[in-house]
């Protein structure tokens, strides 16, 4: 009995069940599901349970698509989806309401996937299909939520339809699929787009979205499984209207490659005036340096690039000059047989080499010396060792900037590791056919770490690495400029093709991999 009374007295917690794991059932609509011949402006779809939205503003794609359209309910639950139809639909046509993954039960958040709503203003319902899949030319896996399109191609159609009108059919990749299918077509001819539609909004605009086309049109009914490779187009050269950012430097804003753009003065000046250009660091502005600063009001630029020219003028202010300032881009760390990187924030004009010291172990060393990104770059490359110290020592007067303004004591330290602290990976290619290529190794995110151009080697050496995961990717470089090269939807080009190898690559240290990357042509 003790025992018994003891077990009994057991303190606990109810668990309350099993969770909920089921989905909403859709039970009717009004009107039914694949309607014809549809006059009204409401639909009311139910459900067994109360379910709300979640966000049904990326999730939900009507096709084609509809300006004024009110769902409900938001923010509440109900059990129903009330639909609102303000646009005038157009006759004769089938749409589709696809709800993604937006309608979830109210308790647990269970989804009732891909649920679609088909009516038709005419007498039957569109029932062809046109399918296919989404790659990123620079990236292992495409972006989420990747819009993709049909326009119709008739007496009215031009290439930059995609500007300026919503398309005929629309369908979304969503936040999970890397393929589509556009469904309930009518037969016809069509030009197939993918986009990144940053806005929304149904339209194609360079500056933001992602693109992929094909040269040709399609003809629907096809079998046809077709590919989409999205590309960020390379903006047109351009520049904002310069600012006087300080006491003698303006600040040109740049869209497009930033080495294509010529920055020239109009205003006469002076006989001392004097002016340079730097860029500014990871950014697309471009710093014009000038002294002395004029006794005038404003200056005038004539600035050009490919397929761009125009007049800018710069009012002057009196904003605050600027200091001569340094900062080490190495860091603390120093990779065997990396240089060791000092930057400044005004261009320089001169350096003294012998004002400038690398120690190792109390004793200098020898050094080369580069300037470089618009003369703002100091490099300096020496005989580098594992694990040791190095310091790097520039005097007073050793470093003259572009306005006569010299350093004082700059002094930095950095030390190198053992080698047994990084790793090595080797790479051949196998089946290479279309040279030349660049070999890219990447980290997760996609930036170059290391990179390799060749026009025939098919062994690469990648040392030095250290322990991360990384990935390769190749590009087929057509036009042999060293450099990936985009594509262009108006003049129908596609953007350089980029072999991705997706198995991540794990570097340790003390480790070295010898891979074969075999290409498929």
Request: glycine share 4%; proline share 5%.
């Amino acid at each position: 009995m003790s025992l018994t009374l003891i077990n009994c007295a057991k303190k606990g917690s109810p668990t309350g069940g099993p969770q909920d794991s089921i989905p909403p059932i859709f039970i009717k609509s009004e009107p039914p599901n694949f309607t014809t011949n549809f006059e009204g402006n409401r639909i009311r779809i139910y459900f067994n349970e109360y379910i709300k939205l979640k966000d049904y503003q990326k999730q939900l794609i009507v096709s084609p698509p509809l300006e004024n359209t009110v769902i409900s309910p938001q923010g509440s639950a109900a059990k129903y989806v009330n639909i609102e139809i303000k646009d005038t639909l157009e006759p004769n046509t089938t749409y589709v309401f696809n709800f993604g993954q937006s309608i979830v039960d109210n308790n647990e958040s269970n989804p009732f996937s891909y649920f679609k709503y088909v009516l038709s203003t005419g007498d039957y319902i569109d029932s062809l299909t046109v399918k296919g899949t989404i790659t990123d030319e620079l990236k292992s896996k495409p972006d989420n939520f990747v819009s993709v399109m049909l326009y119709v191609v008739d007496s009215t159609f031009s290439d930059s339809i995609i500007y300026n009108e919503r398309p005929r059919y629309v369908t979304n990749t969503l936040d999970s699929l890397t393929s589509f299918e556009i469904g309930n077509i009518k037969e016809g001819e069509y030009m197939l787009i993918a986009l990144k539609d940053e806005d929304a909004n149904f339209t194609f605009q360079p500056n933001k979205d992602k693109v992929g086309f094909l040269k040709e049109f399609i003809t629907i009914p096809s079998d046809s499984s077709y590919n989409l490779k999205l590309f960020k187009e390379v903006q047109e050269t351009k520049s904002s209207r310069p600012r006087h950012s300080g006491l003698n430097r303006l600040t040109f804003g740049i869209s497009g490659p930033v080495d294509s753009i010529s920055i020239n003065l109009l205003t006469e000046t002076t006989s001392d005036f004097r002016s340079t250009i730097s860029q500014k660091t990871n950014a697309d502005t471009l710093y014009y340096w000038f002294d002395p600063k004029p006794e005038i009001d404003s200056l005038q630029f004539e600035v050009s690039g490919p397929k761009y020219k125009d007049t800018l003028i710069a009012k002057l202010r009196t904003p605050k000059a600027d200091s001569l300032r340094f900062s080490s881009k190495t860091g603390r760390t120093l990779v065997l047989g990396a240089p060791f990187d000092i930057k400044s924030n005004i261009p320089l004009q001169a350096i003294k080499d012998s004002l400038i010291r690398v120690v190792r172990d109390s004793i200098p060393i020898d050094y080369e010396m580069l300037l470089s990104e618009k003369n703002t770059n100091i490099s300096l490359t020496f005989k580098t060792e594992e694990k040791t110290k190095y310091t790097i020592t520039a005097l007073p007067g050793a470093i003259t900037d572009f306005f006569g303004s010299v350093n004082d004591t700059l002094s930095y330290s950095t030390s190198t590791k053992e080698l047994s602290d990084y790793g090595n990976i080797k790479f051949s290619l196998a089946n290479a056919k279309n040279f030349p290529y660049i070999i890219q190794l990447t980290d997760k995110k996609g930036e170059i770490m290391q990179e390799r151009y060749t026009t025939s080697e098919t062994t690469f050496d990648f040392n030095n690495l250290k322990p991360a995961t990384y990935l390769i990717q190749i590009i087929e470089d057509k036009n042999e400029n060293k450099i990936y090269d985009t594509g262009n939807y108006l003049e129908k080009r596609q953007p350089e093709k980029v072999i991705h190898f997706g198995e991540d690559i794990e570097v340790s240290k003390s480790w070295s991999l010898v891979k074969v990357l075999t290409l498929k042509n």
